[in-house]
C-alpha cells in the first residue's frame, strides 16, 4: 500500500468516527463504543478491499457485507455515505420516523445495505447462506461477516462458523471485532470467551489476529484470507470500544452512550474538535 492510499484510509476512517459521533449525537443516545471499535475496518474495505458500485447498490459483481453487530450500524451508514451511497445528509436523520436509517441496517430501507441485521448471531447465518450460493454460481466475490465478540454469546454463531469450515467457504471472510466488552460489562466477566483465535482454530479456520486500529495490517491480513483456498477464514480484531476516541475508550459504560449531560457534550464536542483539527493538518 502506497503512502497516498494509506493517508486516504486514514482520512475516510476519521470521516467515519466523526459522522458517527454526530449522527448518534442528534438523536440523543446511541451505540458509540461498538461504531467507533470498526470504523478503521470500514475504512479498509470501503477504501480499498471491497468490489462495489454506489451507483448501483444492488450489482450483481459487487462484494456483500454482512454486519451481523447490527448495532454499529452508525458506523456502516458513516462509510456508506462517504463512499457516495447516499446524501451525507441522510445521517442527521438516524432512527428518526420514517428514515432511512434505522438504528440496526435494513436491507429494505438503505441503498447499499446488503442483509438486514441486529438480531444477534443470525448475520451468521445470513452470510453463510450468501456465500454457499455465491459457491453455487461459481462466482468470485466474497463476502465480509463482522461480528461482534459479546455477539459470539449466541450459539448461532458456532453453528454457522461450523457451517463454513466444514464446506470450505473461502469466500466469506469473518472478522470478529474483539473489542472486550458488550452491554452490560466486560465479555471476560460475562461469558468468558477465552482464546477466540485458538477457538476459531479449533473451528477449522486459518486465523489471523491483528491490530484494530492498525489500517495496514487489517488489509494486509485480508490480502492473506484472499490467498487461503479450500479452508474457512477469519481476523480477529484486537480493538477498544470506542477506539479512537480518548473520552469513549475510557468512559466505563461505552456500548451506548447518553448525551444528556454537560460534561458528555463537552468531552465529546473537544474529540470531534480534535479528529476535525488532524484532518485538517
Avoid at 497516498?4 to 438523536?27: C, D, G, H, P, Q
Avoid at 471476560?188 to 479449533?202: G, H, R, S, T
Amino acid at each position: 500500500m502506497d503512502k497516498e492510499l494509506l493517508e486516504n484510509l486514514e482520512e475516510l476512517a476519521t470521516k467515519i468516527r466523526i459522522n458517527s459521533i454526530e449522527a448518534i449525537r442528534k438523536v440523543g443516545s446511541g451505540h458509540i463504543g461498538g461504531s467507533l471499535s470498526i470504523a478503521d475496518l470500514l475504512a479498509v474495505l470501503y477504501g480499498k478491499q471491497m468490489r462495489y458500485n454506489s451507483k448501483n447498490p444492488f450489482w450483481d459483481s459487487r462484494d456483500r457485507l454482512v454486519l451481523s453487530k447490527g448495532h454499529a450500524g452508525p458506523a456502516l451508514y458513516s462509510a456508506l455515505s462517504a463512499v457516495g451511497f447516499f446524501d451525507e445528509d441522510w445521517l442527521w436523520t438516524l432512527n428518526e420516523g420514517g428514515t432511512n436509517l434505522p438504528s440496526h441496517p435494513d436491507r429494505m430501507k438503505t441503498p447499499g445495505v446488503d442483509a438486514t441485521t441486529g438480531f444477534l448471531g443470525q448475520g451468521t447465518s445470513i452470510a453463510a447462506g450468501i456465500a454457499t450460493g455465491l459457491k453455487m454460481n461459481h462466482s468470485d466475490n466474497y463476502v465480509y461477516l463482522v461480528v461482534g465478540d459479546g455477539e459470539l454469546n449466541e450459539g448461532q454463531c458456532w453453528e454457522a462458523f461450523q457451517y463454513l469450515a466444514h464446506f470450505k467457504l473461502d469466500n466469506c471472510i469473518v472478522i470478529i471485532d474483539e473489542n472486550k466488552k458488550q452491554l452490560d460489562g466486560t465479555t471476560k466477566d460475562i461469558l468468558n470467551p477465552f482464546d477466540i483465535e485458538k477457538k476459531m482454530q479449533a473451528f477449522g479456520f486459518a486465523t489471523q489476529k491483528v491490530k484494530g486500529d492498525n489500517l495496514l495490517a487489517i488489509d494486509q491480513a485480508i490480502n492473506k484470507c484472499k490467498e487461503i483456498k479450500n479452508q474457512a477464514v477469519c481476523i480477529v480484531l484486537d480493538t477498544i470500544k470506542g477506539q479512537g476516541i480518548k473520552f469513549f475508550e475510557e468512559m466505563d459504560a461505552n456500548h451506548s452512550v447518553k448525551f444528556d449531560s454537560e460534561s458528555v457534550q463537552l468531552a465529546t464536542e473537544q474529540a470531534l474538535s480534535e479528529l476535525r483539527k488532524g484532518r485538517a493538518e
